[in-house]
């Protein structure tokens, strides 16, 4: 109950970590880890309220004290957002491993590409990693839940210039020569999804795929993605045709008719 208060306080929807080590181990693990992750500033402020809390006994509020420094501190940071990426990773391999259609070969490919970004994280940390270091870096841990905390864009030219730039490394002229790593673009095209909402982690094994054939072929998890990236207006121009077109048609004289039947002509 007071957990679910100090959730209320600061507007978060508390997650249920629910049962851990069941048979979908990885998925239970990983949906443990992100509700920790999410839930990261209300758990710290339960900790605290309870270690300042004078109806408790000593021993208890001892307790409390010595779970909240152990959130709190770098270590256990460090590890929840290596944990994320990792689980993260291996929740999204062991979905696709149990889809019907999968095939040895293509199983093969998809461990051994796994294999790959988990060496690349050694070098390039995932996005989870990459906001603890940040946090980390500007000690922002103490109260405030990394997963939750904002990075304000300095207007909307700065928001239309990262679109911009995201967008670019969907585009295989815009990819380096060289071998890319697993890695390459992730960041960005997670942005993306965001912002267009769709899928990201189905979208990011696509983008995966994308890359492996050097965009020969596009996988039908990048469609969502690349669809809504087609769809983002340029300028209005065509939306002024559409009414241009509409009022050739629908004149003073020839005005009784209904809409649907306007938007069929």
């Not at 149990?98 to 095939?103: A, L, V």
Request: hydrophobic share 40%.
């Amino acid at each position: 109950r007071q957990l679910a208060q100090c959730a209320q306080a600061v507007g978060q929807r508390l997650l249920v970590i629910g049962r851990v080590l069941s048979i979908r181990w990885v998925a239970s693990s990983e949906r443990s880890v992100r509700a920790v992750w999410e839930n990261y500033r209300v758990l710290h402020d339960h900790f605290t309220n309870a270690a300042n809390d004078t109806s408790r006994d000593s021993r208890d509020r001892a307790k409390y004290k010595g779970l909240d420094d152990v959130l709190t501190s770098a270590t256990f940071v460090s590890n929840l957002g290596l944990m994320y990426d990792a689980l993260t990773e291996l929740s999204d391999l062991s979905r696709q491993l149990q889809k019907r259609e999968m095939t040895l070969p293509t199983a093969d490919r998809l461990l051994t590409r796994e294999i790959r970004v988990f060496e690349s994280m050694v070098t390039m940390p995932g996005p989870h990693m990459t906001t603890v270091h940040t946090a980390l870096a500007e000690e922002v841990l103490q109260g405030c839940c990394p997963a939750t905390r904002e990075i304000p864009l300095h207007g909307r030219e700065a928001r239309d210039n990262q679109l911009i730039q995201d967008m670019k490394v969907i585009h295989p002229g815009s990819w380096p020569e060289e071998e890319l790593d697993v890695q390459y673009g992730d960041v960005e095209v997670l942005r993306l999804c965001e912002v267009l909402k769709v899928d990201r982690r189905e979208t990011v094994q696509g983008f995966r795929e994308y890359k492996e054939t050097r965009a020969s072929r596009t996988p039908a998890a990048m469609e969502p993605l690349l669809k809504a990236v087609r769809t983002i207006a340029v300028s209005t121009s065509e939306c002024e045709r559409a009414f241009s077109c509409m009022n050739d048609i629908l004149t003073a004289k020839r005005n009784a008719l209904s809409v649907s039947r306007l938007s069929s002509l």
